[in-house]
């Protein structure tokens, strides 16, 4: 294999580290002399000199750490970030007159981005720093500082106070999903790749199965919020919120069963706008399985009443964000831990309570090889859908989505959250999924999670996910 088009080893995947000429056709930035330069475009991404903020002449040196060459200066341009990250956007000039064996060792470079001390970003806040790669890991478990397995599922990751934040159910040493003994837990980092357990959630946690906690904060009332998903019985939903001073917690329950405009509430998951109104998307096992999004009240403690027209019915694991101004709703066919994966259904809308559309090739975790027209889209006047309390007619002459699964997943995994990770260029989404039943030794808390960055078209419709091996973020030290 030549030098150009050379990548990292991925799963299946094409994301990796290329390298490619930037005097090639269609590219456009600052143009050096042919014999001098290449671009360098990581994990999978490429991005244009023209589209990347010029560092001040102080912070215009950037440098690898090379292994096999003492010629390591590297002349050009790049991006910082105010919270520290650079995330897929790493593109720079690269002198190879004196080297020009740095090609041939760019894989096994520690990428570092430093400043001299009197240097300054354009926004004042970085200084002196040296950004360090942290590696996302999808073929790996990931573990924190102890060494242990990350026990948290179906939960959500935040970003509060300067730190992430991942929240999920620990199903510790159980062999299924379904047992009285789950708990709530937290895990802390600065940088996406050291996390720290901080412990359980919930005080006074009353017996039952629980799943999916979401955690936002309220600046109303000035605490973090939970909401989650319960059952004393199966499939008896409820869902229940509690608060606390800390995103850490510990949770104080405030209602363990918050009264939504639709019964038996299973999956959902919280959303805050950008106006600070909250959301909650959650399925209504009482109706179908159909997914609806309901408005909060400004405490975030209780259901407004205001809902959406129903999104779909025969679905779960719903997630709501937003994008510019557009709104995303997410969600997959029922799938009773299902190691086999759930496909993804993208639904948008220019309003959080909609109206949502959405078309049969809008899957995004869905084999493109395989017949696309498998939601069915009809009148539901007079169609009945058998329920645990018996059959339920949906409301006439509404259109609805009834979701079917083809089992044919790209990636095996049952999406849990989109995070929104703060950039330079902006917020970038990542899409976290459960691998159910993946992990070697058959524990339930030592199954894997799938974490790939979503891609946008320029229409802003979401691009099919990548079964990405590792890709890669920056975050400054």
């Known amino acids: ?25 269609g590219t456009s930035g600052p143009r050096l002399p042919r014999s001098d330069t290449i671009k360098v475009t990581m994990a999978g991404s490429t991005i244009s000199p023209a589209k990347m903020k010029s560092l001040p002449k102080a912070c215009a040196r950037i440098t690898f750490a090379m292994p096999e060459s003492k010629h390591t200066r590297i002349v050009g341009r790049g991006t910082f970030a105010s919270a520290g990250f650079s995330f897929q956007r790493i593109v720079c000039s690269i002198s190879t007159r004196r080297c020009p064996l740095i090609i041939l060792t760019l894989s096994l ?46 939960g959500c990751l935040q970003f509060f ?26 895990y802390s980092s600065p940088d996406l790749g050291q996390w720290t357990y901080e412990g359980e959630l919930l005080q006074a946690q ?21 909401w989650y998903n319960w059952y004393q019985k199966n499939w008896d939903g409820q869902t229940g919120v509690a608060v606390s001073t ?81 709104y995303y709703a997410l969600c997959g066919p029922r799938c009773n831990a299902c190691p086999q994966g759930s496909e993804t259904q993208v639904f ?60 044919s997943p790209i990636i095996p995994a049952q999406q849990t959250w989109v995070a929104k990770i703060p950039t330079p260029d902006g917020p970038v989404f990542i899409w976290i999924a459960d691998r159910w039943g993946s992990s070697p030794d058959g ?3 030592h199954d894997f999670q799938f974490w790939a960055p979503l891609e946008f078209s320029p ?19």
């Open 161 to 186: 106070e300067g730190r992430f934040y991942l929240y999920g159910t620990a199903y510790g040493t159980n062999t299924d999903y379904f047992q009285t003994n789950h708990h709530y837990c937290v």
């Open 246 to 326: 800390s995103p850490s917690g510990p949770f104080t329950i405030v209602n363990p069963n918050i009264q939504l405009s639709h019964a038996h509430a299973g999956d959902g998951s919280l959303f805050v706008d950008d106006d600070g109104t909250a959301y909650y998307i959650y399925t209504a096992i009482g109706e179908g399985y159909t997914i609806r999004v309901e408005r909060l009240t400004p405490d975030y403690l209780k259901a407004t009443g205001g809902t959406s027209r129903i999104l779909a019915a025969g679905g779960e694991s719903p997630v709501l964000f937003r994008r510019n101004n557009t």
């Open 348 to 407: 948008t809308s220019s309003s959080p309570l909609g109206p949502f559309v959405t078309k049969p090739d809008w899957n995004i975790n869905r084999h493109t090889e395989h017949d696309v027209p498998k939601i069915s889209h009809q009148e539901t006047n007079g169609l009945g859908i058998l329920t645990p309390e018996g059959t339920y007619t949906l409301h006439p002459s509404r259109d609805t989505q009834i979701i079917n699964a083809t089992n």
């Open 1 to 25: 294999m030549g030098l150009e088009g050379r990548k990292f080893q991925q799963m299946g995947s094409e994301a990796g580290a290329a390298i490619s000429d930037p005097h090639a056709s």
């Open 109 to 154: 470079a520690t990428l570092t981005i430093s400043c001299s001390k009197t240097g300054r970003s354009r926004d004042g806040g970085l200084g002196t720093n040296v950004f360090r790669t942290v590696t996302i890991n999808n073929v790996e478990p990931r573990r924190d500082v102890a060494g242990r397995i990350i026990d948290a599922h179906d």
């Open 443 to 445: 524990a339930a808390g």
């Open 459 to 477: 229409d802003g419709s979401v691009l099919p996910i990548k079964n990405v091996a590792r890709w890669y973020i920056m975050r400054a030290q």
């Open 206 to 226: 009353p017996s039952g199965v629980y799943y999916r906690p979401y955690v936002v904060f309220n600046p109303n009332i000035r605490k973090y919020v939970l």
